[in-house]
């Protein structure tokens, strides 16, 4: 890989990380599972065993009690190792509200993605996402 094409794989690669939380809050589901290689894996933040392939993983959205959230994410790192193939880290900052809400009522929660990415057709994909918490944030 040329400099350039390091840098443009690695633009785009962040894009796709920060257009995740923006559709993850819009509760875009089809445009979530979108992002993810047809047989990429998801774990959440939260835990639990991986949910695999597109269809799967958008159902999984999809079956989550609705709600009103915001993602802020930052401290993006991206390692291209080959043209076809990536990895990737984020912290995450999450507020949650139930749906409809406009003030969070649970704590904030801080963690991450670690992130496998493959370049498919259709352009860079998480070949995994893996989801991590770190702190709980309690207001007095």
């Not at 269809?55 to 930052?74: D, G, N, V, Y």
């Not at 990737?88 to 990415?117: E, H, N, Q, W």
Request: proline content about 5%; overall charge neutral; some cysteine.
């Amino acid at each position: 890989m040329t400099p350039l094409d390091r840098l443009l794989a690695e633009q785009e690669i962040a894009r796709l990380i920060t257009r995740f939380a923006l559709l993850n809050d819009a509760a875009d589901w089809s445009g979530v599972a979108a992002m993810f290689a047809e047989d990429g894996r998801f774990i959440r933040p939260a835990g639990g065993d991986p949910v695999v392939g597109r269809e799967a993983i958008r159902s999984s959205f999809e079956s989550r009690p609705p709600r009103t959230s915001c993602h802020l994410i930052t401290n993006i790192v991206v390692d291209v190792t080959s043209a076809h193939e990536a990895n990737a880290r984020c912290s995450m900052l999450l507020y949650t509200a139930p749906a409809g809400a406009t003030v969070a009522v649970s704590p904030a929660l801080i963690g991450g993605f670690r992130d496998k990415l493959v370049r498919t057709q259709e352009g860079w994909r998480f070949a995994e996402r893996a989801g991590f918490l770190d702190l709980k944030v309690e207001t007095k």
